[in-house]
């Protein structure tokens, strides 16, 4: 009888342990979706702008810079959808990737709004797929800083944020209204 209240008495523990367990990696995943379930919305909004910011250029007007050492309308697009995609895999997920943007003088609108939607997209399932422990691991930064890479997505917002506004001073140049910018 004794033996048999052991093995109870071991049943009933490894059961409380395997829950508990479980409850703590739950409420891991809940951490983890504190900034990532607040994030990614931001990061949508941000991406649907500037597709709405290339959609919004009339195709003939792609080519425009304001000054000969300014990018073209389209290689602002191309560049803010190539480097955030490319930064998000270098300093978010630690990949060795060759950094190379498609030469946007080639490209058409429809494929410049079809790359921007694909590679923003991307960088939103890299940053979806960050947990709590590597949110906070240490990073080195381009500018040879420390930083958790929570912080580093913030910077690669910042740089999408950067450009989306040279694009929507391009359209303002060009006489054209841009998108009205919506508030998250």
């Known amino acids: 009888m004794n033996k048999l209240r052991l093995y109870i008495i071991l049943v009933i523990a490894i059961f409380f342990s395997a829950a508990y367990l479980a409850n703590k990696k ?10 990532t379930e607040m ?13 709405e910011l290339a ?5 003939d007007k792609f080519s425009f810079k304001p000054a000969e050492e300014s990018k073209t309308f389209a290689e602002q697009i191309v560049h803010i959808a190539a480097s955030s995609h490319i930064m998000a895999q270098m300093i978010l997920k630690g990949e060795k990737v060759e950094y190379k943007e498609p030469d946007a003088s080639t490209m058409s609108k ?8 694909k ?3 991307a960088t939103a399932d890299i940053i979806e797929s960050l947990s ?8 080195k930064s381009f500018g040879g800083n420390m930083m958790p890479k929570q912080q580093a997505v913030i910077f690669i917002h910042d740089h999408l944020t950067n450009h989306k506004a040279k694009a929507n001073l391009y359209i303002r140049m060009n006489g054209i ?8």
């Open 39 to 51: 994030y990614v919305p931001i990061w949508n909004q941000g991406k649907a702008q500037v597709i």
């Open 110 to 117: 429809e494929e410049i709004i079809e790359f921007t939607e």
């Open 55 to 59: 959609e919004a250029m009339p195709e």
């Open 119 to 121: 590679e923003l997209s």
């Open 177 to 184: 209204d841009p998108p009205k910018y919506r508030y998250y």
């Open 26 to 35: 739950n409420d891991e995943h809940v951490k983890n979706a504190a900034f």
């Open 132 to 139: 709590e422990k590597e949110l906070k691991t240490e990073i």
